[in-house]
């Protein structure tokens, strides 16, 4: 398939149209050839801009594979193009098949490229940080929850468990306060400056979980002094009981933050390149290949 041919199959040089117009399209093929067409998403960029297309392919006369192009809308940001297309997609139950690099101009290629492995690379080392979170965590739990001379703890497995949702609650509204907080700076973030205040944000939150798990202990243990002395061997949680459970808390806990994190970081991305710098218009970038190729 040649350059011009792929071009064609997708919305490239075309007029924007309505999603609308695109599901009358649809409705009306399948009226007519008896099937349902398949409708394939994606983005380009040129003439500094992200372009969302779709690609409406089906059985026509005969059986033949039919294609039809549309051109959706185009955006200056890259992260308005990509929330517009995956919106669209999650839908109508359309396909998303990302940035096509071959339409798209090398320049802003390069540019796209560069955005999505510094974001790429902050999603992970924020959940290599989230992960050593954890395992601190469960050190805390090691070390603080006791028990009596028969092993039985002093905190239940509930108790721990609802320790655990509070301190993790606390990170996401960190996350939250480090959002809003974007709308209230006037001098230029980077990723390493957000990856710098999430990890005093887990710090200050690990800190706080192990004040409370030794304060619940101390709580605990006097209410079971104050009480008859019998009621101290009723049946409670052992400490290996209760550990386990929190291990098992923090496991499932850390892959839920893990997908939150790449909301954040998302959104962080959003917020850094709110403003990108608009590449040359598709006419310039022709003038310069035209002048590169008589050289």
């Known amino acids: 398939m040649t350059e011009r041919s792929e071009k064609q199959v997708y919305g490239y040089d075309l007029e924007p149209v309505e999603i609308s117009d695109v599901l009358s399209f649809v409705e009306s093929r399948q009226e007519v050839y008896g099937n349902k067409p398949k409708v394939n998403l994606s ?175 101390v709580t605990s243990k006097q209410k079971l002094d104050d009480k008859v002395t019998g009621l101290r061997n009723d049946v409670r949680d052992s400490i290996t009981e209760v550990k386990d459970s929190a291990k098992s808390t923090v496991k499932q806990t850390i892959l839920y933050m893990n997908e939150r994190l790449k909301d954040f970081t998302n959104a962080i991305d959003q917020k850094l390149n709110e403003h990108e710098p608009v590449q040359l218009d598709r006419k310039q970038n022709k003038a310069m290949t035209a002048q590169m190729n008589e050289r």
């Open 43 to 217: 983005m380009y960029g040129d003439a500094g801009k992200w372009h969302v297309d779709a690609a409406v392919s089906y059985k026509g006369r005969e059986g033949r594979d039919e294609n039809q192009p549309f051109l959706l809308k185009a955006y200056k940001q890259l992260w308005r193009a990509e929330k517009y297309a995956k919106a669209l997609a999650e839908e109508h139950g359309f396909s998303y098949e990302g940035l096509n690099p071959k339409l798209t101009n090398e320049d802003m290629y390069l540019q796209y490229q560069k955005r999505k492995l510094a974001k790429d690379a902050f999603t992970k080392d924020l959940q290599n940080e989230m992960e050593q979170h954890g395992e601190e965590l469960l050190k805390v739990v090691e070390t603080q929850v006791v028990g009596d001379e028969n092993e039985q703890s002093f905190l239940t497995k509930k108790e721990v468990e609802q320790l655990i949702s509070e301190q993790f609650n606390r990170i996401e509204k960190g996350f939250e306060h480090l959002l809003n907080s974007l709308e209230q700076q006037s001098k230029k973030r980077t990723f390493a400056d957000y990856c710098d205040e999430m990890k005093n944000l887990l710090k200050e939150c690990r800190q706080h979980f192990k004040d409370s798990i030794i304060e619940r202990t």
